[in-house]
């Protein structure tokens, strides 16, 4: 089992910033994809952006330049610049782990405030 570790969430001026990382705890191997999703209340998960293996990378439409995702071996980052109130949302990591399948994290709390 692989146990996902966020940190870096919390509350945030409009303008202001984070970063996120996000760690496996007990996995050493390869990652195919690590991918950061958000969740706002009463809302569907939306992809946020998704870094490969071979360090392809994509973004929601959402993002709109603000946002920067990037990986240091089995650890991810999303950079979240500019922030506004409707990227308030709880954000979630995922890893693709070829043979072994998705794993998520467990939620960062992410409240931008006007």
């Known amino acids: 089992q692989v146990q996902l570790v966020e940190s870096g969430g919390g509350l945030v001026q409009t303008g202001g910033s984070l970063r996120l990382s996000c760690a496996p705890s007990?996995?050493?191997?390869?990652?195919?994809?690590m991918s950061w999703y958000r969740q706002a209340p009463d809302s569907g998960r939306d992809l946020v952006a998704t870094?490969?293996?071979?360090?392809y990378i994509t973004y929601g439409e959402f993002v709109e330049g603000r946002f920067t995702i990037s990986r240091l071996k089995n650890t991810v980052y999303l950079q979240m610049n500019n922030l506004k109130p409707e990227d308030t949302a709880v954000y979630y990591c995922?890893?693709?782990?070829?043979?072994?399948?998705?794993?998520w994290g467990q939620g960062t709390q992410v409240t931008v405030s006007s």
């Open positions: 995922k890893f693709h782990l070829r043979y072994y399948g998705d794993y």
């Open positions: 007990t996995y050493g191997g390869s990652v195919d994809a």
């Open positions: 870094i490969t293996d071979s360090g």
